[in-house]
T-cell receptor, first 113, second 115 residues
Framework: AQSVTQLDSQVPVFEEAPVELRCNYS??????LFWYVQYPNQGLQLLLK??????LVKGINGFEAEFNKSQTSFHLRKPSVHISDTAEYFC???????????FGGGTRVLVKP | DVKVTQSSRYLVKRTGEKVFLECVQD?????MFWYRQDPGLGLRLIYF???????EKGDIPEGYSVSREKKERFSLILESASTNQTSMYLC??????????????FGSGTQLSVL
C-alpha cells in the first residue's frame, strides 16, 4: 500500500519570506506526484504535477517542487509568498499503473503581513 | 472552465436519516469521485466511477453507496447517517485515462453535520 506523509500540519510564514512544504511517500512502484491547493471555502485545484522527465517541476502562482526518488520526497517551495498564498496544501501520489490518488494529511500555510 | 457543482454547501441531518449528496459536472468527464476531508487526515476516497452505472470502492466505502445513472451526475448516499460521518464531502471529476486522469476538478464541498 502507498502512503503520503506531510510532515508539517501548519506553517506560519511572513509575507515575502520563502516557504517549503515537505512531502514524503512510500511506494514500491513508479508513481506520479501532485500538489493541490485549497483556498478558504473552495474546492481543491491542481498546483503542479510530476509524471516523468525533469525532477524540478514548476507550477502556477510561482510554486515549484522537486522529485527526489532516492529520498521518496516531493517538497513544494516558493521563494517569496504573498498573503493570497494562505491556504491548505495537499500532496498526492498516484501509482503509475493504478487508478486512484492518495492524499496526504495537508499543510495549512498562514501568511502573515 | 470545468464546473463541478455540489448541491448543498451545508447540510444538517439526524442520526439514522438517509442522506443524498449530489454532484454534477458539465465537461463530459468519464471519471467521478467522492472524497471525505477530515482535519489531519487529508482526503480519503470513498467511491469512484469510470463510467455510467460503473462504480468502484475506494479506501473507506463502509456506510456509503453511490449511484451514477447519467454521465454528468454522481450521487453519494448515506443509508443511515451516523455521527462519525460528520465531515466535509468533496466531489471531483477527471477526463479519461493516462496523464489527464490525475487532474481532478473539485467541487466546493458539502459540510455535513450528523446530530
Amino acid at each position: 500500500a502507498q502512503s503520503v506523509t506531510q510532515l508539517d500540519s501548519q506553517v506560519p510564514v511572513f509575507e515575502e519570506a520563502p516557504v517549503e512544504l515537505r512531502c514524503n511517500y512510500s511506494s514500491s512502484v513508479s508513481v506520479y506526484l501532485f500538489w493541490y491547493v485549497q483556498y478558504p471555502n473552495q474546492g481543491l485545484q491542481l498546483l503542479l504535477k510530476y509524471l516523468s522527465g525533469s525532477t524540478l517541476v514548476k507550477g502556477i502562482n510561482g510554486f515549484e517542487a522537486e522529485f527526489n526518488k532516492s529520498q521518496t520526497s516531493f517538497h513544494l517551495r516558493k521563494p517569496s509568498v504573498h498573503i493570497s498564498d494562505t491556504a491548505e496544501y495537499f500532496c498526492a501520489v498516484h501509482k503509475a499503473a493504478g487508478n486512484k490518488l492518495t492524499f496526504g494529511g495537508g499543510t495549512r500555510v498562514l501568511v502573515k503581513p | 472552465d470545468v464546473k463541478v457543482t455540489q448541491s448543498s454547501r451545508y447540510l444538517v441531518k439526524r442520526t439514522g436519516e438517509k442522506v443524498f449528496l449530489e454532484c454534477v459536472q458539465d465537461m463530459d468527464h468519464e471519471n467521478m469521485f467522492w472524497y471525505r476531508q477530515d482535519p489531519g487526515l487529508g482526503l480519503r476516497l470513498i467511491y469512484f466511477s469510470y463510467d455510467v452505472k460503473m462504480k468502484e470502492k475506494g479506501d473507506i466505502p463502509e456506510g456509503y453507496s453511490v449511484s451514477r445513472e447519467k454521465k454528468e451526475r454522481f450521487s453519494l448516499i448515506l443509508e443511515s447517517a451516523s455521527t462519525n460521518q460528520t465531515s466535509m464531502y468533496l466531489c471531483a471529476s477527471s477526463l479519461g485515462q493516462g496523464a489527464n486522469f490525475e487532474k481532478l476538478f473539485f467541487g466546493s464541498g458539502t459540510q455535513l453535520s450528523v446530530l
